[in-house]
């Protein structure tokens, strides 16, 4: 079989490796960590997870039932002490630190709190890490958001400068740094270093998604109330990808820094250049799959300062961990009109979003299946 040159050979999901994988999760309660939560659940793994609330009401953490067959620590990420606490007593072979404030309206509004969660909140799990000793992957997810955006046609690699104009964006780029800092200097080295690494995704979208100031949700709240939904900023274009991409490659990458520490890195986990579209675009494409009417209109007021263009390079992923998105931005989609029609029939969100888990992962199994045999 022809292997990329670098790459992990024959790299795929492994319901073996994380059967039994004591995982813990900041931010479990959040959008994405309840799916990254339940698809661990689907592989086998002990889940425990830490959050100081349910972020949004309704959630999907609560609409899915993400707490059965899970641990949930009540605590608040900034505090250090309940941090190392939780670690200690879970024994975390591998952690996921996805707690953080991620709403760049929100951060101008709030800004210290934005940096005591990104920053300071980072400082506490790797510091707690650090104390415990027996962690051996830590995934710090953090945002494409983290460079200094240049405003140009390119995507950007792992190595472009961090930044950020606002507090969301400048936090996940000092988080980064932070990270860094701890990978080279505080971690540990040989067989008993934590082995680190930081990632960094687009525009997910998915079904369960009810955070503000954020387009998807925005659109399916004034789809379910029956309301026009009013855009702030049509032309900007964003790597938009449904939120199983990136999680299958955060997955990918835990299970690579088990055996080789030379994966602990940044990683961007982007959609391809063609799912890099505008606001206008992703608008009328959710309009036309919507099974009742829904309108939207420009929101002429002035806004604050928004990125009108950023989309990552993720050459790294497909070339060392054979990576690659296996949903395009048309299938993802489908998948979420197929969540929140779902939703508003009053299906059970926990098996509409677990059959959307299953669907991707026999199409990842597929698509790979179908290229070993075209390889051999």
């Known amino acids: 079989m022809a292997v990329r040159s670098g790459a ?34 689907r592989l086998g793994a002990e889940v425990a997870g830490l959050s100081h609330d349910v972020p949004t009401d309704p959630s999907l953490y609560r609409l899915a039932t993400v707490a059965q067959q899970i641990e949930s620590i009540e605590a608040d990420v900034r505090d250090y002490a309940a941090v190392r606490d939780a670690i200690a007593r879970i024994r975390p072979e591998v952690v996921f630190h996805l707690a953080a404030q991620s709403l760049v309206r ?19 799990v790797l510091e707690a890490v650090r104390s415990f000793g027996g962690t051996r992957v830590l995934i710090n997810v953090t945002s494409d958001k983290c460079y200094a955006n240049r405003e140009w046609e ?20 000092a988080a980064e740094l932070v990270t860094a800092a701890y990978r080279r200097s505080l971690l540990g080295d040989g067989d008993a270093a934590t082995r680190v690494g930081t990632v960094r995704a687009g525009n997910v979208i998915g079904g369960g998604d009810w955070a503000e100031d954020r387009l998807v949700p925005d659109l399916m709240r004034a789809a379910l109330a029956g309301e026009v939904l009013r855009v702030r900023n049509p032309d900007a274009v964003r790597s938009w990808q449904h939120v199983l991409n990136p999680l299958s490659g955060y997955l990918l990458l835990a299970q690579a820094l088990w055996d080789e520490p030379r994966f602990a890195a940044a990683w961007n986990f982007g959609p391809s250049d063609e799912d890099a579209r505008s606001v206008r675009w992703v608008v009328e494409r959710l309009v036309e799959r919507w099974p009742r009417n829904l309108r939207w209109q420009h929101e002429s007021t002035v806004q604050p300062r928004e990125a009108q263009r950023l989309k990552l390079d993720s050459s790294r992923a497909r070339a060392r ?32 979003t677990v059959a959307q888990i299953e669907r991707f992962m026999a199409n990842d199994e597929g698509e790979r299946g179908q290229r070993r045999a075209i390889a051999r």
Request: hydrophobic residues 40%; proline residues 5%; glycine residues 12%.
């Open 106 to 124: 929100r951060s101008l509004a709030e800004p210290r709190e934005t940096y005591e969660t990104n920053v300071m909140g980072t400082v506490n």
């Open 8 to 41: 992990v050979a024959g790299m795929a999901l492994d319901p073996g490796f994380w059967s039994g994988r004591r995982v813990f999760i900041t931010g479990h309660t959040g959008f994405k960590g309840s799916w990254l939560t339940l698809w661990l659940v």
């Open 154 to 173: 390119w995507a950007y690699r792992e190595d472009e400068p961090m930044g950020g104009d606002d507090p969301y964006s400048s936090s996940k780029g």
């Open 321 to 352: 961990l054979d990576w690659e998105p296996r949903w395009d931005l048309e299938s993802g989609l489908d998948a979420v009109v197929e969540w929140y029609a779902a939703y508003m029939a009053g299906s059970d969100a926990r098996a509409t």
